[in-house]
């Protein structure tokens, strides 16, 4: 094994996995570790979850692919169960998160050109995520993010996130056609803003005429306890993008529009060569089914209950700042650098992922069960005084 021949854009830790069970993944020497990462928000029915392995063979045993240019019955299917459960119009798939947003970055700015602006802008939140291309990494607020790939896609302005009245200062700005915000916002430290921060943004939207895009790509497919964290907030965004938990694996994202978003996009505006494929609808369509009618109901509660037993233990650790979180989205904010834990972790089993710096962040697969979120509790505090006791103070 040597990573010798690939770029190394990423910083791997020294383990690789063999096989998957349910929130378990087991490493070539056959030792198990507790799942609490979920491939980034991915594998929310967890791992080989029979009703996605089984969709997904029988359908690559039958039709894998065949483009856009013929009609695509799991497509048109997964569209309109999407539609019903976010209550929106109309459906783009892609095959990765970036690419839904780069559909909405396109939308933006065709809805601009029809109310005859130029040089649009669309507002963008400080601390946000939408992806690597070059128009997502310029819609996102994070400096490391765009480093070295200047010059970035023009038309994005970035403001605080949580921070209506930055968003009306902005609006003296008429180049100003869209929102794009996360609506708990994930890379970023799972920062979870005021409740009425979605609902002020929709009210801001309809009073100027601009389109509210909601980045769903992590918060999405029953992550926050709902299947859309927005629903929860009885929010309708014009657009909302999703993916990660889509496919469960499988890659497919996904552009959901509505209302003044629906009809821009028309034959030749825009396109995927593999988005929306057989093989990718058909795995989806398990996913959300599966999702909606047995997992999503319970991740509130399940929540809940890891929120309350992580509180517990580390109560008595002045390291920790806030446990704070949606649903199965679980920030634990350090005062200090935390980038060792994961490696401490990962030596008592338990995988987890360090953001924004101090923040450790837990995206446990969504069919975890009782016995396992006290697993993931317990081995975690543990973890976390041992860290508290060997670090130092900042
Ligand atoms: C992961 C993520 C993306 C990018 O998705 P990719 O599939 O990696 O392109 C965009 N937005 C949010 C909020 C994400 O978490």
């Known amino acids: 094994m040597s990573e010798q021949f690939l770029i190394p854009t ?87 998160g970036a690419e839904a947003n780069e559909a909405a970055i396109k939308l933006a700015r065709l809805h601009a050109h029809r109310r005859g602006i130029e040089h649009p802008v669309v507002l963008v939140m400080e601390n946000s995520f939408h992806g690597r291309t070059l128009a997502t990494l310029s819609a996102t607020g994070n400096r490391k ?26 609006a003296d700005d008429a180049n100003v056609v869209a929102v794009l915000a996360e609506p708990i916002q994930g890379e970023g430290g799972v920062r979870v803003p005021d409740d009425g921060f ?38 309708q965004p014009d657009v909302l993008t999703t993916a990660k938990g889509l496919g469960n694996g499988f890659p497919i994202g996904a552009c959901l529009v509505a209302g003044a978003a629906t009809e821009l996009f028309g034959p030749g505006s825009h ?38 037993a992580l509180r517990e233990r580390l109560a008595d650790l002045p390291m920790v700042r806030e446990v704070r979180g949606r649903g199965l989205i679980i920030g634990i904010q350090l005062d200090r650098d935390a980038g060792e834990v994961v490696a401490r972790a990962r030596q008592a089993g338990l995988l987890i992922n360090v953001t924004a710096g101090s923040v450790v962040r837990l995206l446990p697969p969504l069919v975890i069960d009782d016995q396992e979120l006290d697993f993931l509790a317990d081995t975690l505090s543990r973890v976390l005084v041992e860290f508290a006791r060997d670090s130092e103070r900042p």
Not at 47 to 69: C, D, F, Y
Not at 77 to 88: F, I, T
Not at 146 to 167: C, H, I, Q, S, W
């Open 198 to 235: 979605l609902a002020g943004l929709r009210e801001r939207c309809d009073r100027h005429g601009w389109l509210l895009m909601l980045d769903e790509i992590q918060t999405g497919n029953g992550r926050t306890g709902g299947y859309f964290a927005c629903l929860e907030q009885g929010v």
């Open 145 to 170: 993010v765009k480093e070295g790939f200047a010059p970035l896609v023009e038309g994005f302005r970035t403001l605080p996130y949580n921070d209506l009245a930055a968003v009306d200062a902005a």
């Open 271 to 308: 396109g995927s060569t593999f988005g929306g494929s057989p093989l990718g609808c058909a795995t989806a369509l398990a996913v959300v089914d599966t999702l909606e009618r047995e997992v999503v109901p319970t991740v509130t509660a399940k929540g809940e209950r890891l929120r309350a």
């Open 10 to 96: 990423y910083a791997r830790q020294p383990i690789a996995f063999e096989r998957g069970e349910g929130v378990w993944l087991y490493d070539q020497a056959g030792e198990r570790y507790m799942d609490a990462v979920s491939g980034v928000a991915v594998c929310n029915l967890g791992h080989a979850h029979p009703a996605v392995t089984r969709a997904l063979s029988e359908q690559a045993a039958r039709l894998v692919h065949t483009s856009n240019l013929y009609r695509i019955p799991a497509q048109e299917a997964l569209a309109e169960r999407l539609c019903r459960l976010a209550g929106m119009e109309k459906v783009f798939f892609g095959n990765s």
